[in-house]
């Protein structure tokens, strides 16, 4: 299997979701602007989500693709129907109860998440109905991942990738068809987060009975659980849980300090995370999503060698093109802002703070993308206590940068305790990895960051002399020829760095990967 080109079919199917994903964000902030409402929906939206990684994406994920892929290699096809079955009976039920107790408990815990919230009692009540209306995506969500897990595992990575696409679509049509006949218009957008689950959970079922892998989901859950396949799954959910629970309670962290400053903050960080996530699942998401199944068939198979070299092509790869990205989003962060957000009810004030979190958010990217390649390199081995013992101590590292940096530059401060956290994170999984003996660099590496650092320079260069040209604030009122600048700008930038690359030797046939 060519490795580059499952990455540019996973890649092409994420940068789908993040274009429609943006858009969706430009109508919200349209339509919406950065309020007390948006705050609400955003932290209700926020509490589903929060489970979702915990319990299906995150946790689920490293903890059963390695075994999956363990049952395929090595015990057969009945065998690994038997474990996904009765996987899907355990997660599946589970989650369901966590949706009842979620519905019921949501002032709780939406006060938990967003004390701040609790000053402005019609914000406040608005975030616990969302809340309720949304829990039950969760439930949808398992199902997904477990999907997801499955297609990965047999190479099918194109259904996965797309369906986060549904969701975003499902935002974009509440938005522009829902939202203006609705009393409160902001709940049309909670409407839209269970249309978007149901309608993901629908698309996996074909490409998961075309591979004959779609799972039954049985009510027999005692029995479910006596499976050995399943125990080791749930034993390596745990410490998984932790892991995950680590980034998470950062999140729950942050969203509560946000939710106390000024209103809109929470919106603020939103828009920012939603173009940082941008790069982070077309390199993070997209790599860790393809190299754990190969990292899992090569430590199933003994082949270290193997092993090593996956992980290096993957960290080369990534600081290619995370890097530039980084420069970007600190260079370009008001024509970004602009020509995205800025129309309608998002002003000039949350064009400002926006930025302000972009650019506090560029100065950790790469740490946030790195995390998910080197991440994989425990997991496949199934090795999920390192990364949380690491995560445990990101996490105190975090909050103790929150109390300098929030005092000093606010909302963004939180969004720059998370980037320099997670390249905090990034040091110590690459030192484990060393330490383990599990990765050793392969010769090559100074020449190359060397090589790098000279075309970044020159990118940063024509990024602030081209972006200056152009008053990005001024151009709301000609939208096309906003998009026509910062296209502008950004053809120039591309061109420079790939550019200077090529001048230094790089070949696009020197990142060619391929794995069996």
Not at 131 to 154: D, E, K, Q, S
Not at 400 to 420: D, K, T
């Amino acid at each position: 299997m060519k490795l580059h080109k499952t990455l540019a079919t996973v890649s092409g199917m994420t940068m789908l979701s993040r274009v429609t994903g943006l858009l969706r964000e430009l109508l919200i902030a349209r339509a919406f602007g950065a309020s007390a409402y948006t705050d609400a929906f955003f932290v209700a939206f926020r509490i589903p989500n929060l489970l979702r990684r915990l319990f299906a994406e995150g946790a689920f994920s490293q903890a059963f693709v390695p075994i999956l892929a363990e049952y395929k290699n090595q015990k057969g096809e009945a065998a690994t129907k038997d474990l996904t079955d009765h996987v899907a009976t355990v997660l599946i039920w589970a989650l369901l109860l966590t949706c009842l107790v979620g519905i019921i408990g949501a002032p709780v815990i939406v006060y938990f998440i967003a004390t701040g919230l609790k000053s402005d009692p019609t914000a406040f009540n608005s975030a616990v109905i969302m809340t309720r209306i949304m829990f039950p995506y969760i439930g949808f969500m398992a199902f997904v991942a477990l999907a997801g897990g499955i297609l990965n595992t047999w190479r099918q990575f194109r259904v996965p990738a797309f369906t986060p696409v549904l969701l975003n679509l499902s935002f974009i049509a509440a938005s522009l068809l829902v939202a203006p006949h609705m009393e409160q218009p902001v709940y049309a957008l909670a409407f839209a987060v269970v249309v978007g689950g149901i309608l993901q959970v629908a698309v996996q079922v074909p490409a998961l009975r075309k591979i004959g892998m779609l799972p039954r989901v049985g009510i027999n859950v005692k029995a479910a659980l006596a499976d050995a396949g399943v125990r080791r799954v749930l034993k390596q959910m745990v410490p998984a849980i932790l892991a995950v629970s680590v980034a998470q309670i950062s999140v729950i962290i942050n969203t509560n300090i946000a939710s106390r400053l000024e209103n809109g903050s929470v919106s603020w960080l939103s828009y920012a995370d939603r173009l940082m996530e941008f790069p982070t699942a077309l390199l993070g998401v997209a790599l860790g999503t393809i190299l754990l199944p190969s990292l899992s068939k090569a430590h199933t198979e003994g082949d270290h060698e193997e092993y090593a070299s996956l992980l290096d092509w993957g960290l080369r790869l990534t600081f290619l093109l995370a890097l530039p990205s980084a420069v970007g989003l600190l260079t370009l962060s008001e024509p970004l802002t602009t020509t995205l957000f800025h129309y309608g009810k998002f002003d000039v004030e949350s064009v400002v703070m926006t930025g302000r979190a972009l650019i506090a958010y560029g100065v950790g990217l790469i740490g946030l993308i790195v995390v998910k390649i080197l991440a994989p390199g425990f997991y496949a081995k199934q090795d999920i206590r390192t990364p949380v013992k690491i995560g445990i101590g990101v996490l105190v590292a975090t909050q103790l940068m929150n109390y300098a940096f929030v005092p000093w530059i606010e909302h963004a401060g939180l969004a720059l305790s998370v980037g320099v956290g997670a390249c905090l994170n990034a040091a110590f999984l690459y030192w484990g990895l060393r330490r383990k003996g599990i990765y050793q660099a392969l010769p090559g590496w100074g020449l190359f960051l060397a090589k790098l650092t000279g075309a970044l320079f020159l990118l940063a260069g024509v990024a602030l002399w081209t972006a200056g040209q152009f008053d990005w604030i001024a151009m709301q009122s000609v939208p096309l020829k906003r998009v026509g600048a910062l296209t502008l700008v950004m053809l120039a930038c591309g061109v420079t760095y790939f550019g200077a690359l090529i001048a230094m030797g790089f070949r696009f046939r020197d990142f060619k990967r391929v794995s069996s």
